[in-house]
């Protein structure tokens, strides 16, 4: 079991109620062209219903590809195991799933181990808005090399939560399968607040310290769809 470093937790859910680390579910979905329109309009149904009704329920994004509108990318955060399974019973997930049935027409499903999840104090609740900046990130790190990445990029992601006001979210995980590959996802105020974040000494400190460590490295700029969120999210594990 993965311990919790270091907790705050400032909204509905208590720091006290977190005894393990939270289950952070990761999708890769493909829906066919003919039906994207009922599928949006159902996931929004379903995402936004679950952050304001499931005091268990964190976090709750999906993100479209823009260059391929048709592939989308969600990211849930459930306080554990008994939050999961009172969100799969929900009469907004039972009808999403059923929809997903005759929609989707591929589903990638990536196990993870959260590493850190750090969100801004205040709840985010965004659809549709094509100003914010959505980042998703694979980074494939050297076995050797593993604890000390994650010990610089932890540094990088908590100064840039605490010294930039448009960074909004950043999360780091990694595979349980693999636990050398990273993902990270990131949302922005803007454009503007991520070119800023780029030439920050921290993020400039994070490359030049990690340039040797990875084997591959993918960023994703991804159009936002739906993001909710409760808010004051801080974990590190």
């Known amino acids: 079991m993965i311990g ?7 909204g509905v859910i208590m720091a006290t109620t977190l005894q393990a680390a ?4 990761f999708f890769e979905l493909t829906t066919n062209p ?8 159902v996931g929004v149904e379903n995402l936004t219903t679950s952050i304001k009704n499931e ?14 509108p048709n592939v989308s990318y969600v990211v849930e955060i459930y306080e554990n195991e008994d939050a999961y399974k009172i969100h799969a019973n929900s009469p907004q997930f039972k009808k999403f799933s059923e929809m997903a049935k005759t929609t989707l027409i591929g589903r990638k499903v990536f196990e ?10 205040e709840a985010l ?11 998703l990130a694979e980074v494939t790190v050297l076995p050797e090399k593993n604890k000390e990445f994650k010990d610089i990029v932890t540094d990088e992601m908590k100064q840039s939560m605490q010294k930039e006001e448009g960074v909004i979210v950043m999360y780091a995980v990694t595979l349980k399968e693999d636990p050398n590959k990273w993902f990270f996802f990131e949302i922005y105020k803007n454009n503007d607040a991520y070119l800023r974040h780029r030439e920050t000494p921290h993020f400039k400190n994070y490359i030049e310290k990690t340039k040797d460590m990875a084997t591959d ?16 999210l801080y974990l590190e594990f």
């Open 55 to 68: 005091k268990g329920t964190l976090a709750m994004y999906t993100s479209r590809k823009k260059d391929d």
């Open 34 to 41: 003919q039906k994207r329109t009922n599928y949006s309009q």
């Open 4 to 10: 919790l470093k270091k907790l705050i937790m400032v």
């Open 217 to 232: 490295k993918k960023v994703m700029e991804l159009e936002g769809d739906t993001l909710v969120n409760k808010g004051g």
């Open 22 to 25: 939270p289950i952070v579910r």
């Open 112 to 121: 993870t181990n959260p590493q850190f999840l750090a969100e801004k104090p």
């Open 125 to 135: 609740y965004v659809e549709k808005n094509k100003d914010y900046q959505v980042n």
